[in-house]
């Protein structure tokens, strides 16, 4: 570039061991750019024994020594396989079975003769092991491509594990597809004659919406739409719902208004509850001044959905009474858990009067019928309905199984459930179209998700726990090079790509984006987040970040490191800003000990309260060095916490049992000064391009050396077109980040 560079500083801080290190790398740095290898592998050698440096600027040196080995071996300088997984070659099949939709249970499951079903597969390999089978090869059931109706979940238990030795696979046959469905395909849509029903839709969809007697397809028993959200008075888990498809887009439940929300004018029941800027009521009782809701009186099947406090925190609503003569609204119990507030933001779903713009439909349940305004033809379309209530695959203490190539689709409740067991794979595996949650991972230890393609669900991506907080055992749960995105459709907020809970698992090489709320929700201790593509992701919910964690200081050792973190949040500035502000990573309530290192930042950072694109609210001993912030309003922000709240926040977490609080003082030293220094964080070599600020609010307490802003720098970066950078600042590995191809991710 040649903008001039500036350094940036908040003051001057005393010399530290992280200030020797980045001293000797800048210098090992300038060596290497003048082609003075011997000198500059001194100098790096260094920095790996230098006493007190922090873990990754010795792994850094130490990656610099590796890369010029391998040039002056002929090599690359980086060896794009070291950081993605390679799995072992699979033992050969001792046993085959094949199974097909023409297939018949009582068949031998030979390719000539194959089952019909998963659950006679399973049942013949149980059967072998009874017989006194001790297999020494893969147990292999090969599904042929087509169609599976589902009609119940698909279980495996311990008894149906297998062995390292003798895994059991169950494969997509070469060059087919099977698709497990839950869902049927809907015909027979006309246009809605009747008066009554006429008079209830707006005029200007008179003519074009349809309607369907859903007992001809087969649906006798609709679901109860009783939906949830995060702090819904109903629970926070899979309300199992159904939702239409049309060629495998999403309908929409018809809403009012269709854009944007409505507002509490004010509370009827003034009851003091408060939040730090609004106050509001615990009684779901408010009243408004916008006209729509003077129609939604007549609605029987009507639910509102809002953030009904805190912009975090959704909920769907049921209505028990609409006064349009008071512009009152009475909900009914339970209610929202944190109350209303005036101003809060909600909007109608599944009002018949609302049934305006093609894409929307409604369920009247009482008649047992569909209202659809198709954006097209329907007897020209692909028309699906949603159906099975129920996960459609779950592993209980099973090890050693995989499923490859296979496809789940439309199922009202979560996709997958996997409890306890170990080292089970799902590979380049399909699921979408769901109203929860993609794939569950619950426990045990080494399973993973690789090369699978996760979207169009009504929560999340995949949710995993994994390892023991208390004893800081590892889980090895991984998800990689999986392409998560079309996320929280039902549930809007922290239904995230991937959640992560527990002890060292990783989330690696994938590619997460299109998430109403944060793309990331990481909670626990060493978890490793790299080489991932985040992007438009925290679209709608505020005081969040595309990777959030919050809670506890005790989460610690998480590093962030070489993601692609861009337009997140209202990068566009459309409209409203959020009251609050939305970022790349957030680090909310207390977090500390967390690296953000290597990463590069574009356009994260929105809000009235303006969130950087790296957000600390109140934790310390985190360290952001060596990031690239690209057209941010402010690299980073800082909310302060003053010495006694973040005492009487933080104490209890070292004393309240959930952790060994001898065990985590080894690991983690700085624990031992927990409560003492709030707010102490640093930065270091972190290169800005075009941002607006380097630091937004509270910095006495930082320490920050080696940033640079290249303010009017090159506007055409792009990640295949890197940027010059100044001498010590470590090359990120850009052509590195995001999804990569492999036996499971086949180039499209």
């Not at 006495?700 to 009017?712: P, R, S, Y």
Request: aromatic share 10%; charged share 20%; glycine share 10%.
């Amino acid at each position: 570039m040649s903008a001039e560079s500036v350094e940036l500083q908040t003051e001057s801080p005393p010399a530290s061991a992280a200030r020797q290190a980045i001293e000797l790398l800048t210098t090992a740095d300038k060596l290497f750019q003048a082609g003075q290898l011997t000198a500059a592998k001194q100098a790096y050698a260094k920095v790996v024994n230098l006493p007190d440096a922090l873990a990754h600027h010795r792994w850094e040196a130490s990656q610099r020594i590796q890369q010029m080995e391998r040039r002056e071996a002929g090599l690359p300088a980086t060896d794009t396989n070291a950081s993605r997984l390679h799995l072992p070659p699979l033992p050969q099949a001792q046993i085959t079975l094949h199974i097909s939709p023409d297939g018949d249970d009582a068949n031998p499951g030979t390719k000539e003769k194959p089952l019909a079903s998963l659950e006679a597969a399973r049942d013949r390999l149980r059967a072998m092991r009874k017989t006194g089978l001790k297999p020494d090869g893969s147990l292999l059931v090969l599904v042929h491509g087509g169609e599976y109706r589902v009609q119940q979940t698909f279980r495996l238990a311990a008894e149906d594990s297998g062995t390292e030795q003798a895994p059991v696979i169950y494969q997509a046959a070469p060059g087919e597809v099977p698709r497990f469905s839950g869902g049927v395909r809907l015909h027979g849509f006309k246009i809605v004659t009747d008066a009554e029903t006429l008079q209830r839709l707006p005029h200007e969809a008179a003519g074009k919406v349809m309607e369907l007697d859903l007992h001809s397809a087969g649906i006798t028993n609709l679901l109860p739409l009783e939906l949830g959200g995060f702090a819904s008075g109903r629970g926070f888990y899979t309300h199992p719902a159904h939702e239409l498809f049309f060629n495998g887009v999403a309908m929409r439940l018809a809403r009012g208004p269709n854009e944007g929300f409505l507002r509490i004018a004010d509370v009827a029941v003034k009851d003091g509850t408060k939040g730090y800027d609004r106050s509001g009521s615990m009684v779901g009782q408010f009243f408004y001044t916008n006209a729509l809701p003077d129609r939604w009186s007549h609605e029987p099947d009507l639910l509102l959905y809002g953030y009904w406090f805190w912009d975090w925190a959704d909920s769907y609503e049921r209505v028990a009474s609409i006064d349009p003569a008071k512009h009152l609204i009475t909900m009914a119990e339970p209610w929202h858990k944190y109350g209303y507030s005036i101003g809060a933001p909600f909007y109608a779903v599944n009002a018949l009067c609302e049934l305006d713009v093609p894409g929307e439909y409604c369920l009247d349940h009482r008649h047992q019928k569909l209202f659809f305004y198709p954006p097209a033809d329907p007897e020209n379309a692909v028309v699906e309905f949603s159906q099975f209530a129920a996960p459609m695959l779950a592993l209980e203490t099973v090890s050693h199984v995989r499923f490859e190539h296979i496809t789940w689709e439309l199922g009202c409740h979560d996709a997958i459930h996997v409890n306890s067991g170990s080292n089970c794979l799902f590979a380049g595996c399909v699921v979408r179209q769901f109203a929860g949650n993609g794939v569950e991972i619950n426990g045990g230890h080494q399973h993973g998700l690789l090369g699978c393609d996760i979207y169009s669900l009504g929560r999340g991506g995949a949710t995993v726990h994994g390892g023991d907080r208390r004893t800081l055992t590892p889980g090895g749960h991984f998800v990689e090079n999986c392409d998560i995105h079309e996320l929280s459709r039902v549930d809007h907020t922290y239904t995230p790509a991937v959640a992560m809970d527990g002890v060292g698992n990783r989330i690696s090489h994938n590619r997460l984006h299109d998430v109403l709320s944060s793309a990331l929700n990481v909670r626990g201790n060493d978890h490793l987040i790299e080489y991932n593509e985040v992007c438009d992701a925290v679209k709608e919910s505020d005081d969040q970040g595309a990777a959030d964690m919050f809670g506890n200081a005790t989460f610690r050792g998480n590093v962030y490191r070489y993601n692609y973190w861009h337009h997140i949040g209202n990068w566009r500035a459309l409209g409203e800003q959020p009251k609050c502000g939305q970022a790349g990573i957030r680090l909310d309530d207390a977090i500390s000990g967390t690296l953000i290192y290597g990463n590069v930042f574009e356009r994260c950072s929105t809000g009235e309260h303006g969130f950087g694109a790296v957000q600390i609210h109140g934790g310390k001993d985190n360290i952001v060095d060596n990031n690239l912030f690209v057209d941010c309003a402010a690299a980073m922000s800082f909310t302060f916490w003053d010495d006694r709240r973040w005492r009487n926040y933080v104490a209890p977490q070292m004393t309240n049992g959930d952790i060994n609080a001898t065990l985590y003082l080894q690991r983690y030293p700085a624990l031992a000064s927990l409560t003492e220094n709030v707010n102490t964080n640093a930065a270091y070599r972190n290169v800005l391009i075009r941002c607006g600020e380097f630091i937004h609010g509270a910095t006495k307490t930082i320490e920050a050396f080696g940033n640079t802003n290249l303010a009017n720098g090159d506007s055409s970066f792009r990640l295949e077109n890197p940027l010059a950078t100044p001498p010590g600042f470590a090359p990120i590995p850009l052509a590195e980040i995001g999804l990569y191809q492999d036996q499971f991710r086949l180039k499209k």
